[in-house]
């Protein structure tokens, strides 16, 4: 079971019918979190900050399986992390095969994110720090008076399904947005390597078709 949610206390949950709790509580308060279980009985295994899980959870009843697993949270915090448990005899030990699992799990959980991840393109009368940093990194000079701009945080398509721009963007003028493109395009010039044909194989090329 899961008693720490938003808005949750832990202390009044119902943990009748020899529930278990597995959950990732706060780790401010971990230690008065497996001491309450510990006066009460009741059975756990809590994520705990891997390098402080001494401190965190001493005198207070808990095992310590000090794993070390690299774990990216939902605000995408990544915590190296171990665990605290009721159950075992070991005061503290090390859990290779745990730490394995949810090491090789996370990597996965990451490449299928990484699948899934919805990309966009906005239109080129849109300016946005990225377009800015690639054009400046090729050492392209890229400049904008108040008069070619209108800044935005969000389209009109984007805000129907609750989307913004990150860091807000500007409307160009149109002759700014075919500016900013021919700068794209040097940019892009500036950083690709291209393979020139030498005679003999603009001879072979001249013979074909």
């Known amino acids: 079971m899961r008693p720490f949610y938003p808005g949750g206390d832990y202390e009044s ?13 706060p780790f401010s308060i971990l230690s008065k979190i497996c001491a309450c279980y510990r006066d009460r009985d009741i ?13 965190s959870t001493s005198r207070n009843g808990a095992h310590m399986l000090v794993t070390d697993c690299a774990i990216e949270y ?24 745990l730490t394995k699992l949810v090491n090789d799990t996370v990597k996965r959980v990451r490449r299928e994110s990484r699948k899934h991840l919805p990309k966009y393109a906005y239109p080129p009368e849109l300016l946005t720090v990225t377009r800015l940093n690639k054009v400046s990194n090729a050492g392209v000079d890229f400049r904008v008076k108040a008069s070619d701009v209108a800044f935005t945080r969000a389209l009109d398509s984007q ?7 990150y860091g807000g963007g500007y409307l160009l003028s149109e002759n700014k947005a075919a500016e ?16 020139p044909l030498n005679d003999k194989e603009k001879q072979i090329i001249g013979k074909l078709g």
């Not at 059975?43 to 401190?55: G, K, Y």
């Not at 805000?159 to 721009?165: D, F, G, L, N, Y």
Request: hydrophobic share 50%; glycine share 4%; net charge negative.
């Open 13 to 25: 949950f119902d943990y009748s019918d020899g529930k278990v709790v597995v959950d990732n509580p």
């Open 43 to 55: 059975p756990f295994f809590l994520f705990a900050p891997n390098l402080t899980i001494f401190s």
């Open 74 to 97: 939902a605000n995408g915090a990544i915590v190296n992390t171990s665990f605290v448990t009721s159950f075992g005899d070991d005061l503290i030990r090390t859990a290779p095969d």
């Open 159 to 165: 805000k129907a399904v609750r989307k913004a721009i």
């Open 180 to 195: 900013l493109k021919a700068a794209e395009l040097k940019a892009a010039e500036d950083v690709v390597t291209v393979w």
